[in-house]
């Protein structure tokens, strides 16, 4: 069945660094969207890609959906300890969406 | 507050017994689905109910069931309880028209 890898499994930063977590599925997705879930929190969605190449930005956040739309990437600039947490991906298979594994980021002050 | 809301926060129940967690979804949203999330691990789907009925099932074991009512809210039930099935269980719903997800606060289930 469709599946959505997503790596790395953990990223630890040091404030001020960048950080980037990678999105692959096995099959075209017809969209990707990307949440975030705060330690002891919920996930949150972030936003959704929709379009081949489509890149989308929030302040320091940079989201990417690949030209072949089986590949995303969410990148941060210049991490702030307010983005500890863990990231997923998730992509539609019928009608629920499928979510990748996740990533924690860990930032270090 | 997401406009999700989930039921009970906690709990704590002993190996054998069986648990009930209820989820009503954000008002005017059809669907639900309900997640499994192990420590340290990622959200594996159980089951989605769209106006009452089943619409997709995922990693569900056979001693859980869920059920959506006339009034939207689901309950997933859990029975014949076992160590392993302590986690976060997360409900989420959606609106017709949309298509983000919008998780509740979730139910740490700890069978002891």
């Known amino acids: 069945g469709q599946q959505v890898m997503q790596i790395p499994q953990y990223q630890h930063v040091q404030e001020g660094e960048d950080f980037t977590t990678y999105c692959n599925s096995s099959?075209?997705?017809?969209?990707i969207q990307w949440y975030k879930q705060r330690p002891g929190g919920h996930p949150v969605f972030l936003i959704q890609?929709?379009?081949?190449?489509e890149v989308k930005k929030q302040k320091r956040l940079t989201f990417q959906f690949g030209e072949a739309k089986k590949n995303s990437s969410l990148h941060i600039t210049a991490t702030q300890t307010t983005d500890v947490g863990t990231y997923f991906c998730a992509g539609p298979v019928g009608n629920d969406m499928r979510f990748g594994a996740g990533t924690r980021l860990t930032v270090k002050p | 507050d997401s406009g999700v809301t989930q039921t009970p926060k906690h709990l704590i129940t002993a190996t054998g017994q069986r648990v009930t967690l209820r989820c009503s979804p954000r008002s005017g949203d059809l669907s639900v689905y309900w997640y499994q999330q192990s420590l340290d691990q990622g959200l594996q789907f159980l089951i989605q109910y769209y106006n009452g009925e089943e619409r997709a099932k995922g990693n569900i074991l056979e001693r859980f069931s869920a059920q959506q009512f006339p009034d939207l809210h689901s309950e997933l039930n859990l029975s014949s309880l076992e160590l392993g099935d302590s986690a976060l269980y997360f409900c989420?719903?959606?609106?017709?028209?949309?298509?983000?997800?919008?998780f509740g606060s979730g139910t740490r289930l700890t069978v002891v």
């Open positions: 890609l929709v379009k081949s190449g």
């Open positions: 099959t075209t997705l017809s969209n």
């Open positions: 989420a719903s959606r609106s017709s028209g949309g298509s983000s997800y919008t």
